[in-house]
């Protein structure tokens, strides 16, 4: 009798958990960052990875705070439903440039780090592509030795404006198994239309003529 109980407990269990490919990562700001350059960066991670990115509420930071801990606070309020939070903080520019701990399910990309030496536009583009990266990495997926994909290996920031903004192809590909395997949410793409073939004439009747 015990025994099925337990095994009931457990087909719950399960049954509350989120469904297959029903999870997504998070994007949130802390401090002062547009957020319209989030939203932007958001809508380029999706695009380039093809897996969905929702916008989180803005994640509260006090000053003097680590961006660990900060990456560490964002990853308590995520949802159910959220596979991991990338955070977009504005910290001390003495702060690292990313945090990323996998295990618990954040990454934090600290903007004063990437802003250095950059436009809007450039910004923008850093922030899109360690978004990309730190999405692998919160996947485990293991960094590319392939020159022209985002995934290389750098040494300074102003290195990823001279680098690819995307995965190459076998990188993506990987990334959408990974992510699939993750139960992660991809972003539906548009079913391709049938090549339009002209439809088949109607039977030849002379045209009526036009009413007078
Ligand atoms: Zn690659």
Redesign the pocket.
């Known amino acids: 009798m015990k025994k099925i109980i337990l095994m009931l407990l457990g087909l719950s269990a399960a049954t509350l958990s989120p469904a297959a490919e029903d999870r997504v990562f998070a994007l949130a700001t802390a401090g002062e960052v547009d957020p319209a350059l989030a939203e932007r960066v958001r809508v380029r991670m999706e695009e380039s990875s093809g897996a969905v990115v929702r916008m989180a509420p803005p994640v509260a930071m006090e000053p003097g705070q680590t961006l660990e801990a900060i990456g560490r606070a964002a990853a308590k309020t995520r949802a159910a439903t959220d596979f991991g939070i990338i955070v977009l903080a504005r910290s001390e520019p003495s702060q690292p440039q990313g945090v990323c701990l996998p295990h618990e399910h954040f990454a934090i990309l600290n903007i004063s780090r990437l802003e250095a030496g950059a436009d809007a536009a450039r910004l923008e583009r850093r922030a899109m592509q360690e978004g990309l990266r730190v999405m692998t990495m919160l996947l485990d997926m293991a960094p ?1 030795p ?1 020159p022209l ?1 985002v ?1 290389v290996g750098y040494e300074k920031t102003g290195d990823l404006d001279q680098m690819s903004g995307s ?2 192809p ?2 993506l590909e990987r990334f959408e198994r990974v992510a699939r395997d993750a139960g992660l949410r991809m972003v539906e793409k548009p079913i391709p239309e049938p090549a339009s073939e002209p439809e088949a004439a109607p039977a030849a009747e002379p045209a009526p003529a036009p009413a007078e």
């Open positions: 590319c392939f994909c995934l995965y190459c076998p990188c």
